[in-house]
């Protein structure tokens, strides 16, 4: 580990080599939720694919609350479409717990 100067500001600089090899799959998963990983800025197809896929996630979201208060006098229906709403609920505390 090492001190390095980036832009005025002092950072802790790991062996990245170590973190790859150790979690390759954790960040893989990360990436792939839009998560940035590297000091940089974003680039424009990044921020637009964080964009859509928020867009995409939250209208679903939406759409299955919808569902289920459509047929929210039908019991067994109501409570496979609560467990829908939950699991995106769990995701979406995720994801801002990430960011």
């Not at 859509?52 to 299955?64: A, E, G, I, L, P």
């Not at 289920?68 to 067994?76: A, G, I």
Request: a positive charge; aromatic letters at 14%; hydrophobic letters at 40%.
């Amino acid at each position: 580990m090492e001190y390095i100067n980036n832009k005025g500001n002092t950072e802790l600089s790991y062996d990245n080599s170590f973190l790859h090899k150790r979690l390759k799959t954790t960040l893989s998963f990360l990436q792939l939720g839009g998560v940035p990983l590297h000091g940089s800025s974003p680039s424009k197809v990044q921020n637009l694919y964080n964009i859509v896929c928020v867009v995409c996630y939250y209208s679903t979201m939406m759409c299955s609350v919808l569902d289920t208060f459509v047929d929210r006098f039908d019991l067994v229906k109501a409570m496979k479409k609560t467990r829908v709403i939950l699991a995106f609920l769990i995701f979406a505390w995720m994801n801002f717990s990430l960011r």
